[in-house]
Structure formats: structure tokens, C-alpha cells
T-cell receptor, first 118, second 117 residues
């Protein structure tokens, strides 16, 4: 089965600093999703990556998928206290033949806890 | 548009009682997922449905757990009898699953925080 490993497990930074969270897969990633979770709340979808070398940005958060499609990184520029929370990567796995029906099942990493000190 | 709606938000009950968690997925989504989250084990997939049909329930911990999806707009997760080790946050998520790829993200509800005393 596919496994996702996130690093670091936790991260404490000073406001204004840049940071990077990594997500590594044991198998080829067909679809890679980044989510953010605040304490006591559900997971909020941030971005999805599919193609090798793909990069997407939303405000100060940039996500990349490497060419081999086995590693993704999430980079936050000039962090703010509002960025604090748990970041999880999730990977899609097509059921049956490649390109066949995808039921949308995701395998998640263990999460990275981000603390941003003002 | 309304997101995934879960109820109740919090549930505290005594060991041995039946617990029923409810979920209303996003209209038009055809896949529904039930997860459990704890500090020790992280986010665990319990069961998921596609077009109201259970696809994989291998994550359901024991026979005490059961889930149903009687129609496209409603699902329940039931625990009977409940035990203290069932205490966790339970999330429901939905997505639009397409044939031939076309990956779509899952959208999560705010969860039900369950405490079994």
C-alpha cells in the first residue's frame, strides 16, 4: 500500500520567517493534495498537484511536485500566526486499471504541526 | 454553497451506550468517507461509499462499528456498544469521483468530537 511520510513532524518559527514542509511517497503520486487543519476544526483543502514539476501558489503558500512524482513540498513565505495549524498531505490512488475509476480515496501523511510565534 | 454538515458537533456519553453520528455530503458529490482522528493514530479512514454503496470497510475497527448511506444526501456512523477507546474526533468527507482520472479533492466537515466516559 502507498505510504506518505511528512517532515518535519513539528515546526516552530518566528513570524516573518520562511518554512518548508515535505511529503515523500513510497510510490508514484497520481494526485497529491495539501490540507490545513486548525485545532477543533475540519481539514481545509489548499491545493492539488498532478503533473511532475507542477507548482501552484495561493497567497503566500506554494506547493510543488517533483518530476518523478514521489515528493512534494509546501513552502510558506513570510509566515504569519494565521498560518499556524496542522498541514497534511494526501495522495490519490486509482482503483483498478490506470486511468480507471477513481473513488477519491486518499492516503494521508501523519501531519506537520506548525507554530508561528508573533 | 453549503459544505459537508456533520452532527452533533460534540457528544459525551457513557460506556455501553449507542452513538450515532450523522453526515450530509455536498450536493452532487458521489463519494463519502468516514474518518477517525486521534493524537496517537492520526487520521484513519474507516469506510467509504461511492454512489451510496460501501466500497471498502476494512478500516472499521470492530463489529461494534457500522455505517449506512440510505441515499445520496445522508450517511450515519453507528457505534454500539460504545467504549472509552472510541473517544476521538470523527470526520465525514465527500468528493466527486470521476471515471478515467480527473482527480477531485475531498471536502471535510467540521467533525464530531466524541467522548465516551
Amino acid at each position: 500500500s502507498q505510504e506518505l511520510e511528512q517532515s518535519p513532524q513539528s515546526l516552530i518559527v518566528q513570524e516573518g520567517k520562511n518554512l518548508t514542509i515535505n511529503c515523500t511517497s513510497s510510490k508514484t503520486l497520481y494526485g497529491l493534495y495539501w490540507y490545513k487543519q486548525k485545532y477543533g476544526e475540519g481539514l481545509i483543502f489548499l491545493m492539488m498537484l498532478q503533473k511532475g514539476g507542477e507548482e501552484k501558489s495561493h497567497e503566500k503558500i506554494t506547493a510543488k511536485l517533483d518530476e518523478k512524482k514521489q515528493q512534494s513540498s509546501l513552502h510558506i513565505t513570510a509566515s504569519q500566526p494565521s498560518h499556524a495549524g496542522i498541514y497534511l498531505c494526501g495522495a490519490d490512488k486509482p482503483e483498478g486499471d490506470a486511468g480507471g475509476t477513481s473513488y477519491g480515496k486518499l492516503t494521508f501523511g501523519q501531519g506537520t504541526i506548525l507554530t508561528v510565534h508573533p | 454553497d453549503a459544505g459537508v454538515i456533520q452532527s452533533p458537533r460534540h457528544e459525551v456519553t457513557e460506556m455501553g451506550q449507542e452513538v450515532t453520528l450523522r453526515c450530509k455530503p455536498i450536493s452532487g458529490h458521489n463519494s463519502l468517507f468516514w474518518y477517525r482522528q486521534t493524537m496517537m493514530r492520526g487520521l484513519e479512514l474507516l469506510i467509504y461509499f461511492n454512489n451510496n454503496v460501501p466500497i471498502d470497510d476494512s478500516g472499521m475497527p470492530e463489529d461494534r462499528f457500522s455505517a449506512k448511506m440510505p441515499n445520496a444526501s445522508f450517511s450515519t456512523l453507528k457505534i454500539q456498544p460504545s467504549e472509552p477507546r472510541d473517544s476521538a474526533v470523527y470526520f465525514c468527507a465527500s468528493s466527486l469521483a470521476r471515471r478515467k482520472g480527473g482527480y477531485q479533492p475531498q471536502h471535510f466537515g467540521d467533525g464530531t468530537r466524541l467522548s465516551i466516559l
